[in-house]
């Protein structure tokens, strides 16, 4: 995979953590800030969306690139590795990181979700004045540390997204209107949403497919259908991704040896972990270490986690 030089200059540059996306990959998070670029590709095994309140930013994607302006909302499965290689000076952008098990609890054409997990990216300009407010108070309400508050925020975020179907909106790189259909199976999802309420609690332990089947009362390999058909994924790989999520920001704290990494992150063994590192990342662990500390040496660039 070969990603463009990014023009990232002296601007603060993001710093993938352990209290970061990378670094809790079954939480929803949500964010209202100037968005930093990113030193190289990173992935998180959240959907993202985000809403560009001022200014543009620039993304690349898996096989795709994508310029977002003020107004413009958009729609992307974070399991594929993502670069934000340039925002303006004047960028604010919106959002949240959306765990599997709040996706596939929202109601949206059955098309989108899996186009989504494929890579797609979906956005739409149809949005006002409303979301500009409405972001910045739910990002304030997910900080308040009310539980109330939160569980209205992010209920009205996941209301706010289903909304997008009713409105013009296109899938990059495939630039076509979809049609708004409702053909999605509500117990395809339910079973779905179970079984990542099941992971996202288990994820660090040896668990496997039976595992999870059971966990939802499904036949192991009909659970297995259902997933991949939902996710386009099969179930031990969207376990293999929670695990490099947090692996990915373990790898940035000095004292842990990539050993214990792997072994604190799931994997049972050093091979397994550098064989599934190497196939998302496209490098090593040691050598995603070593690169992302020259990026960040001190004096060089400023960090910033999210």
């Known amino acids: 995979m070969k990603w463009a030089e990014s023009k990232m200059g002296e601007r603060p540059i993001y710093q993938p953590g352990a209290s970061s996306v990378e670094g809790m990959p079954t939480a929803l998070q949500m964010f209202h800030n100037h968005p930093p670029v990113m030193a190289m590709p990173h992935w998180h095994a959240q ?86 407010e409405n972001f910045a108070r739910w990002f304030r309400y997910v900080r308040s540390g009310d539980p109330a508050k939160v569980e209205h925020a992010v209920s009205e975020l996941l209301l706010r997204i289903e909304r997008v179907c009713f409105e013009p909106f296109h899938m990059v790189p495939e630039s076509r209107d979809t049609p708004c259909i409702d053909q999605s199976s509500q117990q395809s999802s339910r079973a779905v949403a179970r079984m990542c309420d099941f992971i996202a609690a288990n994820f660090l332990q040896e668990i496997d497919s039976a595992d999870i089947s059971l966990s939802v009362n499904l036949h192991p390999k009909y659970a297995m259908s259902v997933f991949k058909k939902s996710t386009g994924m099969t179930l031990n790989s969207y376990v293999s991704l929670l695990r490099l999520s947090y692996a990915q920001a373990m790898l940035l704290k000095d004292e842990v040896n990539v050993l214990q990494v792997a072994m604190d992150s799931g994997f049972g063994s050093l091979s397994a972990f550098n064989k599934s590192f190497r196939n998302i990342a496209g490098m090593s662990p040691s050598d995603f270490r070593r690169d992302m500390r020259n990026v960040l040496q001190p004096g060089r660039t400023s960090t910033v986690s999210l």
């Not at 413009?72 to 399991?79: E, I, Q, T, V």
């Not at 604010?92 to 797609?120: C, D, K, N, W």
């Open 47 to 132: 959907v993202e969306v985000n809403y560009i309140v001022r200014g543009s930013v620039h993304y690349r994607m898996n096989d795709h690139a994508i310029r977002l302006n003020a107004g413009d909302m958009c729609l992307f499965w974070g399991g594929q590795p993502h670069q934000m290689d340039d925002s303006s000076d004047d960028s604010i952008y919106a959002g949240a990181h959306l765990p599997l098990v709040h996706f596939f609890r929202m109601r949206l054409p059955e098309t989108v979700p899996s186009r989504l997990m494929q890579g797609q990216t979906l956005v739409t300009s149809a949005t006002d004045a409303a979301d500009a």
